[in-house]
């Protein structure tokens, strides 16, 4: 076991759990995730392990089938698998988010239904917010759902939908009028919406189309896709928790928990490319001597270990302040920022220190280096992350005078 990046006070289960998911990541991942990703492969073989593993279970409780697992060990999860391939941990987040948010927004009706079948990963999650021209604003989503009998009626168009195209359930962000006066705030007026469909592209059921993946610079593997909805007809006992008007407190309560999840895919990426430095900065000869005698490459490994070690540490703090129960919002968004910074600066340096090879396909670290940058936009860009980092601690230390 590595010096870096270590958890006190786990129990001996999550212990296991960590060790067994770290061996999966060496033997399963890591040995073919580069060919994978230069293909642009979805991970399959790797995706049935992890269900034997039971991860897709890892955190919905015990009673609906899953392990029941804190968010801590979910955390430290991703990280190992992160790892090995980002893409495979992106896999997980989006399905676990909508789990999360059934477990703690859904009907029992929903709850029985779907978490027994998610645990399995028999039903597989994705959420969808974004639209093309929104960017950070979510207030102003105009994805629409129109009550129409039993029924709602949804139309609009959503983006950057991480499992469109592999997901049989999404939980779908828009606008919903329905009791709410003109004039209603934006963010009271969202209602989340559970649609099921078929894997695959194309027109998946009767008004719902996943034209197909969008072909990106790294993250690949992963199917990231928009989501056409056209006069698509949802039933009423669709709408999460039963309720409308609650969509938008739903899913950031979802993107909290995300942004740990962010978090700790940065800690895992960034430990993955200190490995790689460190390792190749020993087998590397110039003047005579491995480049880690070298001093200028030495203050390089001693800058990117420390921010590791100080990446994982904020991470773990954040899914601690959750799973006792504690609002977390501050401590997430330190995390994610900070973990998302660190990793792009630790995979640069680990760039640097492979010289012309890590221009090279041939190398792991030129995957690392296409993947870093989405850690930096995803579940909220730095600038989001700020924002919310600046507000809550204006309302920690509001000014008396």
Not at 206 to 218: A, H, N, Q, W
Request: net charge negative.
């Amino acid at each position: 076991m590595a010096r870096l990046a270590q958890t006190a006070g786990l129990t001996d289960v999550q212990q296991e759990i960590l060790s067994t998911v770290r061996d999966f990541v060496d033997k399963e991942i890591i040995p073919v995730a580069t060919e994978l990703e230069h293909k642009d492969e979805y991970p399959q073989e790797i995706v049935d392990g992890l269900k034997e593993l039971g991860l897709f279970g890892l955190m919905i409780p015990e009673e609906y089938g899953g392990l029941g697992e804190s968010l801590l060990t979910y955390a430290l999860c991703v990280e190992e698998i992160a790892r090995g391939w980002m893409s495979v941990s992106g896999i997980i987040n989006t399905h676990f988010i909508v789990a999360y948010m059934l477990k703690q927004h859904g009907t029992q009706e929903q709850k029985d239904t779907f978490l027994p079948r998610m645990a399995l990963g028999e039903v597989r999650g994705a959420f969808s917010m974004s639209e093309p021209a929104l960017g950070s604003d979510v207030s102003a989503i105009t994805s629409k759902g129109v009550r129409d009998g039993d029924e709602y009626v949804l139309n609009g168009q959503k983006m950057w939908l991480t499992n469109g195209g592999t997901s049989t359930l999404v939980a779908v962000l828009c606008r919903s009028d329905e009791g709410h006066p003109e004039g209603t705030a934006p963010h009271k007026s969202m209602t989340t919406f559970l649609v099921e469909k078929e894997p695959g592209f194309g027109e998946v059921r009767p008004g719902l189309t996943i034209p197909g993946k969008i072909d990106k610079m790294g993250y690949k593997g992963v199917d990231t896709t928009e989501l056409i909805m056209d006069g698509l007809r949802i039933p009423a006992n669709r709408v999460l928790g039963g309720t409308t008007g609650r969509g938008f407190y739903q899913m950031m309560d979802g993107v909290e928990v995300g942004r740990v999840n962010v978090a700790a895919r940065g800690c895992g990426v960034a430990q993955r490319a200190f490995e790689l430095g460190v390792s190749y900065a020993q087998q590397r000869h110039t003047f005579g001597k491995p480049i880690a005698s070298h001093q200028a490459i030495q203050f390089k490994l001693a800058e990117m270990a420390t921010k590791v070690e100080a990446a994982h540490a904020m991470m773990v703090n954040a899914a601690r302040k959750k799973d006792s129960g504690e609002r977390n919002d501050l401590e997430a968004g330190m995390a994610k920022y900070l973990a998302s910074e660190y990793c792009k600066e630790v995979v640069e340096d680990a760039f640097r220190i492979h010289g012309g090879y890590g221009f090279s396909k041939e190398y792991e670290i030129e995957r690392l280096y296409r993947e870093a940058p989405m850690l930096l936009i995803g579940e909220g860009t730095a600038e989001i992350q700020k924002m919310i980092i600046g507000r809550r601690l204006l309302e920690e230390y509001r000014s008396q005078g």
